[in-house]
């Protein structure tokens, strides 16, 4: 059984308010330094963001050295990207992680929602599925980037993406069925019924 080392470098891709300790948790909202000036958080009320979660932009890249990363999380985070970026964002992942390295994404299940559609007898269904699935965008964005999605993916385009970006093994997965260690602090219980969860090793 693999030693766990304390200097591994563990990612965490929009973490939002779950940043996990060990962990660079990295996510883009605005409301994070926002959060930290204590009139504007006591006026508005913004999230509770742990000390720990860092806002940083992943489309810029990773900051880090090629295979110098050991396990890399991502949950409903890649949909709200468009394509090209999500692809971008997934090479970094490919160039930063280690031998054996592992990357999990968990993003929201488009063919759960087409099947409740197909199933859905109701005249508005096709309404709803448009609804379900938040492609619109709105000024929400500027101060939350990601509050509305880009994309939707199925489990065959999410590991399509991976091996584009050079993973040659992706699989979907079970909820915290997975080779990262830390998968129970990582993995909400409250996304389980909604997302698929895709995992590939370096």
């Known amino acids: 059984m ?23 948790n990295f996510d883009n909202s605005l409301t994070i330094p926002l959060s930290r000036i204590p009139l504007a958080n006591r006026l508005l009320k913004f ?10 932009d992943v489309r810029k890249g990773l900051p880090f050295k090629a295979a110098s990363v050991r396990y890399i999380y ?3 985070t890649f949909e709200h990207f468009t ?16 031998a054996g390295g592992v990357i999990r ?9 087409v099947r409740d559609y ?40 999410l590991a399509h993406l991976l091996r584009e970006a050079g993973f040659a093994n992706p699989g979907l997965r079970d ?14 219980e409250v996304r389980r019924d909604e997302s698929l969860y895709v995992e590939a090793q370096e």
């Open 118 to 157: 197909l199933a859905d007898n109701d005249a508005l269904a096709s309404h709803t599925l448009i609804s379900r699935m938040m492609l619109s965008h709105s000024l929400q964005d500027l101060v939350h980037p990601g509050s509305n999605h880009s994309q939707m993916f199925d489990a065959r385009s």
């Open 47 to 56: 999230p509770r963001w742990p000390r720990d979660v860092r806002r940083y």
């Open 74 to 76: 991502s949950s409903h």
């Open 2 to 24: 693999r030693e766990k080392l304390q200097n591994e470098i563990k990612i965490n891709i929009g973490c939002g308010v779950s940043g996990l300790d060990g962990w660079y």
């Open 83 to 98: 394509y090209e970026e999500s692809l971008k964002i997934a090479r970094e992942c490919f160039r930063v992680l280690e």
């Open 175 to 188: 909820f915290r069925d997975s080779a990262i260690p830390e998968i129970e602090g990582l993995e909400l």
């Open 105 to 113: 994404i968990a993003v929201p299940d488009l063919g759960l929602l």
